[in-house]
């Protein structure tokens, strides 16, 4: 007596089990998930590098000039503190001018620029100006090592059709849909793993999700494209949706999980992305997009990876569906 | 005839085989394992990188504070010795005074702020500030790395439900615990591997490890929550444990080793817990936490991953397994 | 009814099914492929990132200088803009003369040597120095990250032999090639995996693609040398290319990608490489290139990865191909 | 007819099939291969990354310092050449002390100390200065990198027994050495690949290879010690190294490889090492080292890790091994 591994029994996939509500996608084109996460404090989520991290570009410069201003300021007034007669050069007499010396003089020493004709004599505003240009040296080193980590992160690009297709297959039908790299360097040993997740027929509250068996889940090389297909033979948890308000109607979503190694990063890279009951087609083929140029190299336009045309799906496959389903 | 792979065999986990004593756990909430490892010098056992990286953040910026006062001290010693008419522009005139300038001119040059008022002029002089400005970006440079490195070291932080429950699953019973990602960003193809160890019944001085197998030990995506269920069928090593004492008895504890994928810090990522026997609840069922916000999103509300309801347990659970005994 | 797994059905690996034309190889030497992508802008294809890691050395260099120059060029008028009697210490009377002071001040203040002779004495020169040595911090660690990327960049160097052999292998025959590290580091759990492409028969414009098996695709330690054995027994694909014209004929071509730990990066790396059909030799075996030294330890001459000796392939081979044929 | 995966073939590991000669050990101590590698020149051998991250720290330290003098003096020519009355600030008059003087101020500059009371004031000077800056951070970012690099390296330092003993196991014999972590981070995953090596019977010229199957070859944690196992059976390649002599005879080697996660730096490190026949003590057994301290805590004295006992080894184990021979 064996509780575990039947493929077709419910699989928590980490997705929960409800539904997304009116028609929601689970999975969001920029690969985040439409879930509202409740009872946990901001920054008990968010850990701080990560939140440095995956900022947005103009937010994590704002931030950089703003922390800049702010600890120039605070050392201005610490300068100010040990008194300006502690700072050798400085040329003006008001109070504002000073302080404005001071603040150019933390940000000289901050950075470690150092011109000198501003600089500390006496005790406290050198212990001050030591502190502050190892400090400076330590935050800026997180700075600017936390901004190289923004500008190398890995990240498979990944062009997907627009839609993906019900096409004929073999004797059968498969759901198909084709990617290509964006970029132009390798991908190498890319590996697709496919769910299905549908609303249960008698408990709409209740989403149900199912692994996607693959005619070819791996490939070495990734120069042009890759059709992913899914053959939907008798053991699919697809043979069952005859036509598009089937999918429709159990508001139903393939969800897409790519993962391979990037030869330019050398590292391992993730790609998420889904398709919605909307973005299925039903009966169609996608064009070939392969020709040939002037020097007889194979040429690929993925201008044209969503390019289809429509066909009629065999009918013997639908008669033997009926069958199946007469029998269960 | 083959003397391996049995699975119920003695099972060496790498945690060695005797009791941990009176009733400490193996393994520490905080991934450490609970172990008097003796017979090493401490920096045999401590290499420099490993201590320096896990030190706690005071003692970090403590060590480095103190190492950049006994350099620059050094290096003060070393410009007194050269000579201070060899410094350009000093004005004190005392003995303390010198000092403390060429202390202050040693910072100067080892985080090349080098403001220039002081300044070497004779030869040794020169000599050691070329040295000094060099090794003081040698060493700055493994300090700011190491201070990176810190910042930015990948780790999961899971929460774990605070008990596992002995549930109903099916027609029989199961182990299950609950688990969420405390951060926000996505940890991708998270696997399970759960180990339990118990006292053996003949020989209490002898602990004995077994893996459980899992409903499923791994899923592509983690938004939000996920139950994590071990079926106690006729083959798991917990068929016996039919009572909350049988597992104080013998002081069990289930050890958990998580793996994943970190789509932020772009890694690998590792995280270990364990329950002790006091920490299971027998007869209970975790609440259902999801729920639907104003937009129709799935909600899922972390703060209540453990709330649970009592159940009672199927009868005839109890009757096959004394049936079993009889057998045995 | 399985629709999959056929290992002899139509297999896409990814590297598209047409032809490249007049017996273009599909591999290039440097490991990329010979298709020309099209349907996409320049830096849609090209991550900044992935250009500046990948472009050439001497463009590198070229690039990052004259960015220097620019980029203290856009400061130093900015500099001339706020007036130069704000900057402290010019000598120079003429604009040029200025301009030119402006233009080394700002080299100064970016690279943060700030000598001190010219130093801002104004507000406005201030703060644009402020933010000049700041956003030059910043930049100049994004170009030293990237410097040193490239720098460290792992990447496996393996001599492949010039030939893959067709040799006599047990009582049938194999496909066999001879590979070495080139560098005298280790590389750890070294995988080979080998495709097979060639024109189909019956229509010349379709490519096909078939795993080899090899005869061990895994080796632990890779000191000396590894010859690459492909078994051509009933079930090979290539059980029917039987003379040189064979493979020339259908424009095969053996694709190869290497996967390995190096020891020095720790980090997995890949290589790539292919053979030709003109580069298959029928009838031959490499010749031992491992003998001893003068204290005993055995050499390897890795010069010689390519020496082979003609050898006469079994006759009984051929009938038994006859007959198979004569049966299909 | 299948050609490939019988185990107990011939096994191409990648360690090629020669003696190693007059008992030298294959893997030597430091994990490094007894292997003469000829036919490649020093620099094809040796990536310049690879030779700077491995070098001895001492060479390491001396070939950075003798690169900042060779720069500085290059740079202070080009100074000379652009004339000294270019530099402000310098009081020198003989041409060995101007000289000094521009080694100096270049050494200013490449460090971005950049004190000032030398700087720049010609155009040639100051284009020299700008260039040097940049050159000089590049420069030493490539060396603090390096640096770093070579500090950061992960590297598992395992504690093997001296001896690799044959003790009795259930009812026949097995192949054991003890392992553990020397450092006090923790190793997730530890995986255990064993190979042994022999000369053939009849052509002693010829080494063989043997995989050897472990009783178990994977474990999660290793807080305190491995006891790695290889059942001496019916299908293992020691069932007819009945004694000690017989393992020297042939020259046998056991060759290990060790992977596993490293918690600290968050990467996969691996650990090589080997047993030769003299280090194999034919019927003993490991000492148990655990214990318990004041506080009931497990202890482990890793001190201790080689002792074991002479224990004899079961007769009919031998009779077996005979009558297998006998049939044979």
């Known amino acids: 007596m064996k509780h575990h591994n039947n493929p077709n029994e419910f699989q928590d996939l980490g997705l929960g089990t409800r539904t997304t509500g009116r028609g929601e996608r689970m999975l969001n084109q920029d690969g985040s998930f439409n879930v509202d996460r409740r009872g946990l404090k901001y920054f008990e989520e968010k850990g701080i590098y990560h939140w440095l991290i995956s900022m947005r570009w103009s ?38 001018g000073r302080f404005m010396e001071a603040f150019f003089f933390s940000s000289q020493t901050l ?7 501003l600089n500390p004599a006496g005790m406290w505003s050198n212990i001050i100006a030591a502190v502050e240009s190892l400090a400076g040296l330590m935050t800026l080193a997180l700075a600017t090592g936390i901004l190289y980590g923004r ?46 997740s549908f609303l249960n027929k008698h408990d709409r509250s209740h989403r149900e999700f199912r692994n996607l068996v693959l005619e070819r889940s ?8 890759w059709t992913i297909v899914h053959p939907i033979d008798d053991d699919s948890p697809l043979r069952n949706f005859k036509k598009q308000s089937d999918f429709l109607e159990h508001e139903a979503e393939v969800i897409i999980l790519l993962k391979a190694f990037d030869d ?13 009951a909307e973005e299925i087609v039903f009966g169609a083929k996608f064009d070939i997009i392969f020709g040939q140029n002037d020097k007889g190299i194979v040429t690929v336009d993925l201008h044209r990876i969503n390019e289809y045309n429509e066909v009629k799906l065999p009918d013997y496959v639908y008669e033997e569906t009926e069958k199946e389903m007469a029998k269960a």
């Open 218 to 225: 791996k490939i070495n090389f990734f120069p042009t494209t």
């Open 151 to 196: 500008f190398s992160r890995p990240s498979a690009k990944i062009l997907f059709s627009h839609n993906a297709l019900i096409s004929p297959y073999k004797d059968i039908t498969a759901l198909m849909f084709r990617i290509a790299n964006q970029r132009s360097n390798q991908l190498i040993e890319l590996e697709a793993s496919i769910s299905f």
């Open 111 to 117: 950075t470690t620029v150092g011109y000198g004709r």
């Open 59 to 96: 937010r994590f410069v704002l931030l950089l000039f703003s922390g800049y201003v702010v600890i120039n300021f605070l050392f201005a007034w610490l300068y100010m503190i040990a008194g300006t007669n502690n700072l050798d050069g400085m040329t003006a007499v008001t109070f504002g």
């Open 264 to 276: 330019t990063f050398s590292q391992t890279v993730y790609n998420r992305s889904s398709y919605r």
